[in-house]
């Protein structure tokens, strides 16, 4: 279906708002993973599904509001001296606690996160109160590298654990070959966000301890839908041994669902943190949007938005608030289509941004 372009005049610019998606690209940076200790999210799953993936390229939009996916999973940032395994991951300063509502498995994924790079160091499970896997990695590259926007080169990433398989010591080596194949905006049951998409040509080989290869235990594509503030809001994992990028049933799907954000920064791991404001979502909206930002200090702060005579229509935000991210939703059911431009202060600093009201 043919999308509407709608035209907004304002002096000599025109500013041109296509629906569902905005004309513009995001960058995704490290303080935009989920690294606040006290953070949580929730990703909806199911296996074994039929799934559109949409295509890549620039402006796509992809919708995922309307799957049924009956799992639930919770993602929790943990401090890692609280976490069973934290003795292992000595480099780690990013930890998720994974807990899946249907049954008593606690998943703890240790990463290392800079500026640069999100590198994954390995993960422990737990059933109860035994140990069921530990995986530490011996070697590995990152998975991501910071920051990320479409038009990278595409990138190699490795995970090399050695462990036991049958009754063999081996090395496994989980591995792909990365590219960010799209941009655009995807709908979740949460909301509509910007978002770069990235596909991973995915391998799981087997190796003697010698080096000698044994067998691929498997081989698939997957695709991350990447996005500013949320982190991943999408996962698809492709069935083994299909090599159809344009795969029409996936092995597993995982979507977010729910998003809490810690306001107490205090703890977070150590990594620099930015004064941010995000894009709007979504964007065009009718009657209502939310924005979002960071703060990397505490701060006074104020958030405005105007209309393009200059004329304040709305005072969101007026006060000083501890280092966090922070949501504001905005109703604007009051006043007429048109771009809006909101504007954040921070201790004298001032970043802007436009939204698109369109009825």
């Known amino acids: 279906m043919k999308k509407q372009v709608v035209p907004f005049l304002c002096g000599a610019i025109i500013f041109l708002i296509e629906s569902p998606s905005l004309l513009a690209q995001i960058t995704v940076k490290a303080a935009d993973a989920p690294s606040t200790v006290g953070i949580s999210f929730e990703m909806s799953q199911a296996s074994d599904m039929t799934i559109n993936l949409g295509q890549p ?78 995986l530490v990695s011996k070697r590995a590259t990152p998975k991501l590298h910071l920051p990320a926007t479409f038009g990278d080169a595409n990138w190699y990433s490795a995970l090399e654990i050695d462990t036991t398989y049958l009754v063999f010591e081996v090395t496994i080596v989980d591995s792909s070959f990365n590219q960010i194949d799209g941009w655009g905006t995807i709908k979740t049951s949460y909301g509509e966000f910007p978002c770069l998409r990235i596909r991973q040509d995915h391998s799981t080989d087997v190796y003697t301890a010698a080096g000698a290869y044994l067998l691929t235990l498997e ?15 999408a ?31 205090l703890c977070a791991p150590a990594i620099s ?12 909206f009718n009657p209502s949007t939310t924005f979002f930002y960071q703060l990397n200090q505490p701060s006074n702060v104020k958030l405005q938005v105007f209309n393009l005579a200059g004329q304040e229509v709305a005072l969101l935000e007026n006060g000083a608030q501890l280092p966090g991210r922070y949501e504001i939703h905005w109703n604007a059911s009051h006043l007429s289509s048109g771009i809006y431009v909101y504007r954040l202060q921070m201790n004298g600093r001032i970043l802007t941004k436009y939204c698109a009201l369109v009825k």
């Open 273 to 284: 943190r930015e004064f941010i404001l995000g894009q709007n979502y979504p964007n065009p």
């Open 219 to 233: 081989r698939n594509i997957n695709y991350f839908w990447v996005t500013n503030f949320y982190g991943i809001a």
């Open 57 to 134: 390229g620039t402006n796509q939009y992809w919708d995922f509001s309307t799957l049924n996916l009956p799992n639930k999973i919770l993602w929790q940032v943990v401090n890692i001296e609280e976490t069973p395994f934290a003795a292992r991951f000595p480099n780690s300063n990013l930890v998720y606690k994974v807990t899946k509502t249907n049954n008593d498995t606690i998943e703890y994924d240790y990463a290392h996160l800079t500026e640069t790079d999100l590198t994954e160091l390995g993960r422990g499970k737990v059933v109860g109160s035994q140990v069921t896997e530990l």
């Open 235 to 265: 996962t698809v994992t492709g069935k083994n041994k299909v090599a159809d990028p344009n795969y029409a049933l996936a092995k597993s799907v995982n979507v977010m669902t729910n998003f809490v954000t810690s306001v107490c920064d």
